[in-house]
């Protein structure tokens, strides 16, 4: 018979009928499987830290996402975040579904054109696009969003040496009460320049002017910020169309839709107070139906959501390596997953289970990383039962921007896995090795030894 590990005597003071601060129970419970697969198993193929994406999950968030508009407004297209996780495997899952590509460099850009896209099926934003990649994309019918006016005049100059024009919108920016706001993107609204961009615009004929973009934050916690920014966007519209008799073709309402994570500092979980993709569609498509457009002559809405598609369907399965006390007598437990692969856990508390049976024993705890960096640290402070040497834990909802910003940090980088709709797995990223970090150094030969 196998010996159960020790567990100290612990009391408990019972309180009947006094919720906790998130309801009667803040365990949850073990997280074995993902998609049908155990944990264990892909532990023991693929190795530990893991990150897990599911398909099925993309899938199924992009189509609720995508309904949630089309059914209030009657012409919708989504374009996918490549900034967000541009692993290909997880661009063209979106793309199957009929995203185009969204993207904020030439990086990105070449991404999407080997990914297969139609290059007219390419949004460019960003704050820096080369002369040369201004030329790619004019020459490809690729929408391009003009950021600032020194970009303006670059393409200008790139028209000028063109056989077509440049199909372009500008990226306006605005007060739509969400302080901080974001001004050090695009053309401000209420001080004129937009419209100043815009005139500058019509009277060189120098490019094609197909849209309106704005994109007013991130992790926006109020939908009601969307409608006051799909209005003024709709009134520029207005004046477009009073001024020079011209009819853009699509408003781009951006991404920033806040997903299920919970910020740091929250009161209560995301996943419940956080809005839904419902009320974000409902205040944009609002907005825009109950402003000047006749019927017939709605404009095409192109969303960007990044997060919110994405989020949830990634995992980080993650091991136990050591258990110790601090100074202060709370429980500490090292995993190893760090920041350098959860660079997310700096503003999110992101829900974390453990992948196994546990005993009704818990302690706060503090879940450090492997990083010799005292910042290393994944939770400041969770509930979790008694964790043994070996154990594994699943983070939860790490699909965005954890795979774009991960570093290898004193430790490589691990593999990525996807698990498709017929319960299938695969290796979507390999493990890094040696080779890999080391293949671009170049090392001096009066340095070597």
């Not at 073709?249 to 419902?278: E, H, Q, R, V, W």
Request: glycine letters at 8%; proline letters at 5%; charged letters at 20%.
């Amino acid at each position: 018979m196998e010996k159960k590990p020790y567990e100290r005597p612990h009391i408990t003071r019972l309180e009947t009928s006094m919720p906790g601060k998130f309801g009667m129970r803040s365990e949850r419970p073990p997280t074995t499987h993902i998609d049908g697969i155990t944990v264990d198993s892909l532990v023991k193929t693929y190795g530990s830290p893991l990150f897990v994406l599911s398909e099925n999950t993309i899938r199924t968030t992009y189509r609720k996402a995508l309904n949630a508009f089309t059914t209030r407004y009657p012409k919708v297209q989504f374009a996918w975040s490549y900034k967000t996780n541009y692993l290909a495997a997880v661009c063209n899952v979106f793309h199957q579904e009929g995203a185009w590509a969204e993207v904020v460099s030439g990086f990105e850009y070449q991404k999407a054109i080997e990914n297969g896209v139609d290059p007219k099926n390419i949004i460019f934003n960003g704050p820096v696009k080369t002369k040369e990649e201004l030329e790619t994309a004019t020459r490809n019918g690729s929408l391009i969003h003009i950021d600032h006016l020194d970009e303006l005049y670059l393409l200008i100059e790139v028209a000028e040496n063109s056989e077509q024009k440049p199909k372009v919108a500008i990226r306006v920016n605005m007060d739509t009460g969400i302080y901080p706001m974001w001004d050090r993107f695009g053309f401000n609204y209420e001080d004129g320049q937009a419209w100043d961009a815009l005139n500058k615009i019509m009277h060189s004929g120098k490019m094609e002017l197909v849209g309106l973009h704005t994109h007013i934050g991130t992790f926006i916690l109020s939908a009601g910020a969307y409608g006051v920014a799909a209005a003024k966007l709709a009134e520029l519209a207005r004046l477009l169309k009073q001024k020079f008799n011209h009819a853009i073709k699509y408003i781009d309402m951006g991404g920033g839709f806040a997903s299920k994570n919970t910020l740091k500092g929250s009161y209560l979980p995301g996943s419940d107070t956080n809005p839904s993709i419902s009320e974000f569609a409902e205040a944009i498509s609002t907005a825009l139906i109950n402003s000047h457009f006749q019927p017939g002559e709605l404009p095409l809405l192109i969303l960007e959501p990044g997060r919110a598609l994405i989020d949830e369907a990634g995992y980080i399965l993650t091991t136990v390596l050591a258990n110790k006390r601090l100074a202060s007598g709370r429980r500490a437990t090292i995993i190893d997953t760090g920041v350098n692969l959860l660079f997310t856990s700096f503003w999110y508390q992101h829900p974390v289970t453990v992948a196994q049976e546990f005993s009704q024993y818990r302690e706060d705890t503090t879940l450090y990383g492997p990083l010799c960096m005292n910042i290393d640290c994944i939770r400041e402070n969770i509930n979790l039962p008694l964790l043994q040497l070996g154990d594994k834990l699943v983070i939860h909802y790490t699909g965005a921007y954890n795979l774009t910003q991960w570093m290898q940090f004193i430790h490589m980088r691990p593999a990525v896995v996807m698990i498709d709709a017929r319960g299938n797995v695969h290796e979507v990223r390999q493990k890094e090795n040696h080779h890999h970090v080391g293949s671009l150094e170049k090392l001096p030969e009066h340095l070597q030894i």
